[in-house]
């Protein structure tokens, strides 16, 4: 599918939710694909990608940054404490903050730098012992938290589990970002984002369905 079917269908899910498309950011996630296909999404004009592990994004985007103007990068994946601050130096966006550890690191780092990402923090709806994230019981101190370290916290992300109702996910996670007074909401992927969007999403993680099956898996 390509990124103008894309498009047009969060344009579409924008209509259907009375919500304005410009309130949707897609986030075109790039983990794992081959370079001409990355190259292929910024020369039609595309600026705002997402990737899963620092290492890889070291590896591409300052590459791509050179032979791009404009192009604004997003962590999505977990983040290992002893790679904050290459995350940092990378990336406009971390979707990932998932515990305070890695929050502190965060706070720690900007303070030195006098820069910092904004930041969405990690929330693990469906409450699955595998996932990042926060509990939705802790949500609130952690958002609490957070402020305390002056950290730019934007709003909530989450990856609802598999085999669940993704919508009941989405709700949740809108309900403790109103709560909090958090306006951004990254949720739904290549499956689900028109679902999201109609749930308040303002950024979409959107993979496979921009640039076609990962060739090797990704978690
Ligand atoms: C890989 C990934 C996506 C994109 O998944 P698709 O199903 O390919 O759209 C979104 N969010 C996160 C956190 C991911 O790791």
């Not at 009375?18 to 949707?24: F, H, I, K, N």
């Not at 899963?52 to 962590?75: C, M, S, T």
């Not at 595998?130 to 957070?146: M, N, R, S, Y």
Request: aromatic share 6%.
């Amino acid at each position: 599918m390509s990124l103008s079917e894309i498009r047009t269908r969060i344009a579409k899910a924008c209509d259907e939710a009375g919500r304005d498309a410009s309130e949707v950011t897609l986030i075109a996630v790039s983990k794992v694909q081959p370079d001409d296909r990355v190259r292929a999404v910024l020369d039609e004009g595309h600026r705002v990608f997402g990737e899963n592990r620092v290492q890889e994004a070291a590896g591409k985007w300052p590459g791509f940054r050179e032979a791009y103007d404009g192009i604004e990068l997003h962590i999505i994946g977990p983040l290992q404490s002893n790679k904050v601050r290459q995350a940092m130096e990378l990336a406009q966006y971390i979707h990932s903050v998932d515990r305070p550890k890695i929050a502190h690191a965060i706070a720690r780092i900007a303070d030195e730098t006098g820069a910092c990402p904004r930041l969405f923090l990690q929330v693990n709806t469906g409450e699955e012992p595998q996932k990042a994230g926060i509990l939705p019981g802790e949500a609130d101190a952690f958002v609490k938290e957070c402020r305390d370290l002056s950290l730019p916290v934007e709003g909530l992300m989450c990856i609802p589990p598999v085999e669940e109702e993704a919508s009941l996910h989405f709700a949740l996670l809108a309900k403790i970002a109103e709560r909090n007074g958090l306006t951004g909401l990254s949720m739904g992927m290549s499956g689900d984002f028109e679902k999201a969007i109609s749930f308040g999403a303002t950024h979409v993680r959107v993979g496979s369905a921009i640039f076609g099956a990962r060739e090797t898996p990704a978690g």
